[in-house]
């Protein structure tokens, strides 16, 4: 069954620095999707994306984070100067259509340590 | 907005007993209902689901119906395992103003004896 990959694993970045994380979403899948989880809390949304462009963001996705699909295959995070409260684990998801009963696939997830 | 709320854990449970998860949500429309589970160290696996009301979702022995009189979706199981450990997220999918986004209850962990 195809799935959503997510790499790294495991990211430990010094606190000001930016990072990148990637994601492969599902290869025919149209709809992608960012996701974040504290250690021990809910898994919230961040930022879903289609048709090249951001269709909603939430209140956690400031200034300091993007996203971008730079080829056929790729989604990317990136935040650009990173704070200790952005270690979480960073979940990529995807699917296939735009609409509610499409349950979206998941990425393992890399967890983002900040020092 | 769109919420969903479910019971705190932790639920710890003998091997082969009945388990109840419960999780009631808040939204306009009809929304698709979910649950998620999550094994140590690992990303979200959908477990089952349910799109309209009166719907079952059932996987590996779990199920949960869709009730939209009283705004739930309990997960139930008859008889866990111990490799049910781990932790349970009620979820459900609705159109917001910019599309469709899943919503996640704050998960129960579940600890299952031998």
């Not at chain 1, 069954?1 to 620095?17: D, K, N």
């Not at chain 2, 199981?77 to 996640?104: E, P």
Request: hydrophobic share 30%.
């Amino acid at each position: 069954e195809p799935e959503v990959t997510q790499t790294p694993s495991h990211q430990v970045t010094q606190m000001g620095q930016e990072v990148i994380l990637r994601c492969v979403p599902i290869s025919n899948h149209l709809y992608f999707y960012w996701y974040r989880q504290i250690l021990g809390q809910k898994v919230e949304f961040l930022v879903s994306f289609y048709n090249n462009e951001i269709s909603e963001k939430s209140e956690i996705f400031d200034d300091q984070f993007s996203v971008e699909r730079p080829d056929g295959s790729n989604f990317t995070l990136k935040i650009r100067s990173t704070k200790l409260e952005d270690s979480a684990m960073y979940f990529c998801a995807s699917t296939s259509g735009g609409t509610s009963n499409q349950p979206q696939h998941f990425g393992d997830g890399t967890r983002l340590s900040i020092l | 907005g769109n919420s969903v709320t479910q019971m705190e854990g932790p639920v710890t449970l003998s091997e082969e007993a009945f388990l109840t998860i419960n999780c009631t949500y808040t939204a306009t429309g009809y929304p698709s209902l979910f649950w998620y589970v999550q094994y140590p160290g690992e990303g979200l696996q959908l477990l089952l689901k349910a799109t309209k009301a009166d719907d079952k979702g059932s996987n590996k022995g779990f199920e949960a119906t869709y009730r939209k009189e009283t705004t739930s979706f309990h997960l139930e199981k008859g008889s866990v395992q111990v490799s049910d450990s781990a932790v349970y997220f009620c979820a459900l999918s609705g159109r917001n103003t910019g599309g469709f986004k899943t919503i996640f209850g704050a998960g129960t962990r579940l600890f299952v004896k031998a």
